[in-house]
T-cell receptor
Framework: ETGVTQSPTHLIKTRGQQVTLRCSSQSGHNTVSWYQQALGQGPQFIFQ???????GRGNFPPRFSGLQFPNYSSELNVNALELDDSALYLC?????????????FGQGTRLTVV | DAKTTQPNSMESNEEEPVHLPCNHSTISGTDYIHWYRQLPSQGPEYVIH???SNVNNRMASLAIAEDRKSSTLILHRATLRDAAVYYCIRKKGGGADGLTFGKGTHLIIQP
């Protein structure tokens, strides 16, 4: 049991809509990162939040945005959904921003854009 | 650019040791080697990580070559529950740029 929970588990949206995915990090972890995993591929890093501020970002456009709250839970928002956004979205938490220790992943949210 | 090279798949028998290789020939001095695995329909799970010395934990051992250009994840006695995709990741020490996953090695365990 990793302690990282994500909601919802599955979601279907229409192209052009907006979506918000949620993540509750493991107790005591102040860093959360988000990943996108297309079918058959490894997860791709979207961004990382540490103490409510984004402190690292992968190669994703600005329509992918996020928030981290004082209790260290987090949201991933995606605007103007495209068909290629269909993927498994994973949240991971860790005890610090430098990622030299282990990260704990949630089970993911499966997003389908139609 | 995953920065590491792994075989696409490997097959092993239950209760035998498994050696999963990883090549990271362009590794720098501050890069850590992390291993994660992903079981079907699950998020990735941390296995082990190291910098220079060999590392052991309850799940596995990590053997890092002296020149650090390659490493091997060792599962001492494979079970059917070890069937998963194993990712070898090079992670810059002190960086906030996340984990760079490649396609990993799909490990198949035969009963």
């Amino acid at each position: 049991e990793t302690g990282v929970t994500q909601s919802p588990t599955h979601l279907i949206k229409t192209r052009g809509q907006q979506v918000t995915l949620r993540c509750s990090s493991q107790s005591g972890h102040n860093t959360v990162s988000w990943y996108q995993q297309a079918l058959g591929q490894g997860p791709q890093f979207i961004f990382q939040y540490y103490r409510e501020e984004e402190n690292g970002r992968g190669n994703f456009p600005p329509r992918f945005s996020g928030l981290q709250f004082p209790n260290y839970s987090s949201e991933l928002n995606v605007n103007a959904l495209e068909l290629d956004d269909s993927a498994l979205y994973l949240c991971a938490s860790s005890g610090g921003p430098l990622m030299n220790t282990e990260a704990f992943f949630g089970q993911g949210t499966r997003l389908t854009v139609v | 650019d995953a920065k590491t090279t792994q075989p696409n798949s490997m097959e092993s028998n239950e209760e035998e040791p498994v050696h999963l290789p990883c090549n990271h020939s362009t590794i720098s001095g501050t890069d850590y080697i992390h291993w994660y695995r992903q079981l079907p329909s699950q998020g990735p799970e941390y296995v082990i990580h190291g910098l220079t010395s060999n590392v052991n934990n309850r799940m596995a051992s990590l053997a890092i070559a002296e020149d650090r250009k390659s490493s091997t994840l060792i599962l001492h006695r494979a079970t059917l529950r070890d069937a998963a995709v194993y990712y070898c990741i090079r992670k810059k020490g002190g960086g906030a740029d996340g984990l760079t996953f490649g396609k990993g090695t799909h490990l198949i365990i035969q009963p």
